[in-house]
């Protein structure tokens, strides 16, 4: 009897998962479709000769960036925009970021004055260049106090309409303001835009800029390729085309100033800020019973550096499942609370039951599976059917990913690449997946554990060198 | 018995559903395989070959645009057989032709502008372009509306005409787009009652095609003031802001007292930036009445500081120095900081006891790096 509801259990579990990623997977197409033949037209352009262009503050915090801080902050200052200013945050570095920053930009103390609406932690000083050439970078030197203090830090600094909320070693395309600041122009609603993170390994990067998209060399950061590809391009599209996207990437995304600070700003007590974010802004909105959107451009708009170790990738997927996992009991009241509309009858509920529990529940089949395997009661043939399921259907969702980006964007253009990508989707869900979700419930006995910081973070470097930045309790990668 | 069928038979109902799935998924899977691989294989190719057309559009478009008037009529000819021997080939010939030649026009001006426009018509480029105006897909429409009026080959009744059949909003813009370029006060008859939104992405662009007519020609603004629509009379507002439509003043003071708040700031932010010093008094007498919206008293504080410095003016900005709202104390801290007869020693002096954030905004206001 037990055996029979455990089966029936993971029976429709199996079926409802895939009946909902499929029905993403055919809205994230017609959005992609519908998205193409939209900006086919648009000359972004337009946006930087405008006075009706909306003004941008770009926010990144630093954390023991000495190695990489001048490069990156020229790369921010020769981003395509008029009305914006780069506001970079030193968030207590133990190391020679500040001191660099101050002499590659010429930077001296000026008495800015600002409300401090959020609370972080002790500003410091707050330097201005002398030289005009970059009269648009601010840098504010603080105390430590983690990567959602240092953006508050930023947000309560920033005076512009919207603020960009960025990690400080991504590569963000020259364009990628003019085409995040459109939505908010399409729309007056629109109170938050994300933009798709792409993986950086191997690429060439030049002077802060990316020359040439290549295919990881690892394995491990080309798995993240093909997964990137598949969120960032599928999933989040779908769910923006629903209105109930959850999760703008803690990478590069974009916000309204206005609602960020009336939300309370960015969560320091929580690894998953970007998620808990968007979460109460939504809420606020809704309880507000105000009209809001949050928006998605599928271009490729920031590269990031993906972990290329199974040390620092099962971190940073720990961190990722007690951020998750810690927005979803926060905000548990959402939960099939129509007050909250799609947020609290779909994307929540879809957030909660195939996104935190999809591991749980693949490591609770998979026990009883061993056990009913030692106690003589599996029906192999069966147990092959549905593992042969399992492995179709990823590998199927793959390859439309991998259509869908090749019908719009097409970053990989080497035929090697396309055909290293289907071997990837072909030997993923057995190689990659397993890891995942080892990882996942890892997260999980973490926060059960008590467990909040960030954990360390190795990084390669675009530039080939080896920079290892320890961080402390909250700090950011 | 094969050893399949004797699996299958040891499967039950379940069983033979997961294995359909599997193997549903499987042949589907193997498809975008292929359709990837196909796709991949065939861009590459159109790549290649957009590449070759472009070299050898090349050489006979510079050729007919640039010695347009030492060229005979056979030489003409010969150089148009060149490109018509190629296009006659295939559509995505003629449409790589006209693709060309309709990003070249974009940096093109004078003679050379109009022997383009005169070579695309004598190619039958035109006429391509407008039967294709007829395919059902609103993007290929969209696409060869832009082209043509690029190309300077569609009226203004043709894109009329058009307007009235269409039903997709991005279609309707690019009609409308390109009817202000045809004919931009006819154009902008449609604000005439107009009550949908108007976007500020609508606004970039209307701006940016009227900012390339002539100034004499944009049309008077301050007709649509009195429009029903809150949306067009902000964009109306905003436009006369922008092309310094000096005469619209008094027709915009009435709009100090509209209905909608976002219309008042956009007023007095519009009759600041038109230097309007002349309706200060109108503009401070209804600081009062939106004290508390941080918006209108911002703009009132930006107005007040720049174009008046009469004493009751001056009390109002006194009032700013303790508003509820930052940004509306900085700029009345700027605004009497910038003041002759007022200036950084009297704020010190008689109100920096006023308000905490006092001090700090006078510091961070006499840094020259900050302003």
Known sequence: MIHEIF???IFVYAITICGVFLLLLAIALIEMNSYMKKNFFVDYKYILSSPFAPSVSLVAPAYNEGMTII???????SLSYNNNEIIIVNDGSKDDTMAKLIEAFDLVPVPYAWEPVLETAAVRKIYKSRNRAFRKLLVVDKENGGKADALNAGLNLSQKELVACIDVDCIIESDALLKMV????EDHTVIGSGGVVRIANSCVIEEGRLVEVRLPEKLLPRFQVL????????GRLAWSRLNGLLLISGAFGMFKREVALSAGGYNPNTVGEDMELVVRMRRTMREQKKPYRVAYIPDPLCWTEAPSTNQVLGRQRNRWTRGMAETLWTHRALLFNPKYGRMGLISYPYWLFYEWLSPIMEFLGLTYLLFRALTGGVNWDYFFTLVLVIYSFSFFVSMIALLAEQLSFYRYTKRKDTLKMIFLALIEPVWYHPRLVWWSLRGNFDLIRGKRHWGNMVRQGFRKHMEEKMQPEGAMP | MTAFEQFLSTLD??????????VFFLLLSMSVTLLLLVRRALSRRDDRLLETLKETFQEPINTLVMLDGELTADQRRAQLNILTDVTGRSTFARQTLANEMVSLRKSLSGAAATALERTFVDLGLDVFCKSRLHFTSWKVKAKMIQDLTEMNCISREELQKLQNHSHHQTLKEAILIAMIRRDHAYALRFLDGYEGPLSQWMMVNLYQQLSQVHFS???DFSKWFGSRSEEVVLFCVRMTQHFRQLGSVDAMVPLLHHTSPRVIAATIQALHDLNAFQVADKVARIADL?????????????FIGRL???PAHVRLLEKYLVHPSFEVRHEAVSALMAMPDYGRNRLMAEQVHREPTLYQIIQHTSDPLLR
């Open chain 2, 290 to 302: 939106f004290y508390a919206n941080d918006t209108i008293s911002l703009q009132v504080a930006r």
């Open chain 1, 227 to 234: 997964e990137y590809i598949r969120a960032f391009l599928l």
């Open chain 2, 308 to 310: 008046s410095n009469a």
């Open chain 2, 217 to 219: 020609h944009v049309p």
């Open chain 1, 71 to 77: 490069d990156n902050v020229k790369s921010l200052l």
């Open chain 1, 7 to 9: 089966n029936q259990a």
């Open chain 1, 182 to 185: 459109k939505p908010f122009m």
């Open chain 2, 13 to 22: 109902e379940r069983g033979t559903f997961f294995l359909m799935a599997a």
